[in-house]
Structure formats: structure tokens, C-alpha cells
């Protein structure tokens, strides 16, 4: 994600309306940057997801079958979904993350530190995953369907509004508390651990020149 994320940071910052600092060029680089992870992210999704479904059988089994039964494409259910929920999340998150880091270096008036970093990170994330659980909830249903049920032929938003009609809000915040605490722990540490990695190799190869 973050070779992506920072790539398409270089290539487009300062440029037109990308400003270094701009929210739409820390939200395109995102969701280039989810675009590209979910490639790799969601067939180890599916299978973690139909591991916990089905704990009799070992994530090799189940993989097995996927194939067997679906193709390829199978460990790719979910895919679109999945795309739909990181967009809005990192949309919300990565411009967030990067605005709290500039507000907070801007009232100490110096660099923030890797901890701080991890802090903006987890706050971020926590607000981000309490906003787009409902979509999260749509792409775990999604992902465990049988096949040819009706939640795999629907649209996100049909299954939202079904979800909505028969469970109410409670069912679309299904696993509301766990995902934010998840998330912001997650952010804290991933973040935490991005920020101190660039400050270790902008140590280094200060020192090296």
C-alpha cells in the first residue's frame, strides 16, 4: 500500500490543484494505493473469513475448494465490495491522519515524532471504521454467501438497504465497538511503526551523506 500511496504522492504533488499538502492528493494516492493492496489482500480474506465460518476445516482445505468449486475468480468474491469499503475509509482516514500530523507539528513548531504519528494514526482509524462499518458488514456477508445466493447477485447498496429493512441500524452496525477498537489499535501500530521507519531512513541517509 504504501509504495503506491507514496509514489503517486511524488508524482502528483505540486501539481495543479495537488498541493503538498492538499486533501485530494492524500485521497487519490490512498485509494490507488487500496486499489492495489486489495489485489493482494482480499483472497487471503476470503479464505481467513471461511476459516472462521468453518473451523473444521485448515485454510489449505479451504482454499482447495475455492478453487475447486468457484475458480480464481472465487478467492476474488468480495473484490468490488471490498474496493467500495477501503475507498470511503481511506478517503476519510489517510487525509485525516495527514491534517492532524501538520496541525499538531504546526502548534509544537517542530516535527512530530514517530508517537505522534501513531497517535494521529489511531485516531484517524478509529473514526474512519466507526463511519464505514455498514460497508464492512455488506463485504463479510458478501464474501461468506454460498454461492448463487441472493446477497452474491445483489448490489452493495441493495443489500444495505435489505440489511437496514430487516435488522435496522443495529444490524448494520454489526460489530460496531471491536471493528473501531481494532482499527484504531491497528492504525496506531501500522502508522506508528510507517513514522518511525521514514524517520529511521531519513536518519540514515542524512548520516550517509
Same mark, same amino acid.
Given at each position: 500500500?504504501?509504495?503506491?500511496?507514496?509514489?503517486?504522492?511524488?508524482?502528483?504533488?505540486?501539481?495543479?490543484?495537488?498541493?503538498?499538502?492538499?486533501? /485530494?492528493?492524500?485521497?487519490?494516492?490512498? @485509494?490507488? $494505493?487500496?486499489?492495489?493492496?486489495? %489485489?493482494?489482500?482480499?483472497? !487471503?480474506?476470503?479464505?481467513?473469513?471461511?476459516?472462521?465460518?468453518?473451523?473444521? %476445516?485448515?485454510?489449505?482445505? #479451504? /482454499?482447495?475448494?475455492? /478453487?475447486?468449486?468457484?475458480?480464481?475468480?472465487? /478467492?476474488?468474491?468480495?473484490?468490488?465490495?471490498?474496493?467500495?469499503? &477501503?475507498?470511503?475509509?481511506?478517503?476519510?482516514?489517510?487525509?485525516?491522519? +495527514?491534517?492532524?500530523?501538520?496541525?499538531?507539528?504546526? #502548534?509544537? +513548531?517542530?516535527? #512530530?515524532?514517530?508517537?505522534? $504519528?501513531?497517535?494521529?494514526?489511531? !485516531?484517524?482509524?478509529? !473514526? @474512519?471504521?466507526?463511519?464505514?462499518?455498514?460497508?464492512?458488514?455488506?463485504?463479510?456477508?458478501?464474501?461468506?454467501?454460498?454461492?448463487?445466493?441472493?446477497?452474491?447477485?445483489? @448490489?452493495?447498496?441493495?443489500? %444495505?438497504?435489505? #440489511?437496514?429493512?430487516? +435488522? $435496522?441500524?443495529?444490524?448494520?452496525?454489526?460489530?460496531?465497538?471491536?471493528?473501531?477498537?481494532?482499527?484504531?489499535?491497528?492504525?496506531?501500530?501500522?502508522?506508528?511503526?510507517? &513514522?518511525?521507519?521514514?524517520?529511521?531512513?531519513?536518519?540514515?541517509? +542524512?548520516?550517509?551523506?
Amino acid at each position: 500500500f504504501f509504495c503506491t500511496y507514496e509514489l503517486v504522492k511524488s508524482l502528483l504533488g505540486g501539481r495543479g490543484t495537488f498541493s503538498e499538502h492538499s486533501p /485530494l492528493l492524500h485521497m487519490v494516492a490512498a @485509494s490507488i $494505493g487500496e486499489t492495489t493492496s486489495c %489485489l493482494v489482500r482480499v483472497p !487471503f480474506e476470503v479464505i481467513k473469513q471461511r476459516a472462521q465460518a468453518n473451523r473444521h %476445516l485448515r485454510p489449505s482445505q #479451504i /482454499l482447495k475448494q475455492t /478453487l475447486q468449486t468457484e475458480g480464481p475468480s472465487g /478467492l476474488y468474491r468480495g473484490y468490488s465490495t471490498t474496493v467500495m469499503r &477501503e475507498i470511503p475509509f481511506s478517503f476519510i482516514q489517510y487525509p485525516l491522519w +495527514e491534517y492532524l500530523k501538520l496541525k499538531w507539528s504546526t #502548534i509544537q +513548531e517542530s516535527p #512530530i515524532q514517530p508517537w505522534q $504519528g501513531a497517535v494521529c494514526g489511531a !485516531f484517524a482509524g478509529g !473514526f @474512519s471504521a466507526a463511519l464505514t462499518t455498514p460497508l464492512d458488514v455488506a463485504k463479510t456477508r458478501i464474501m461468506l454467501a454460498k454461492t448463487g445466493s441472493e446477497e452474491v447477485k445483489i @448490489s452493495v447498496l441493495k443489500l %444495505l438497504t435489505t #440489511i437496514a429493512r430487516t +435488522e $435496522g441500524i443495529k444490524g448494520l452496525f454489526s460489530g460496531f465497538v471491536p471493528r473501531v477498537c481494532w482499527i484504531s489499535l491497528g492504525g496506531f501500530v501500522f502508522l506508528g511503526a510507517y &513514522e518511525k521507519s521514514k524517520h529511521l531512513l531519513s536518519v540514515w541517509f +542524512e548520516s550517509s551523506n
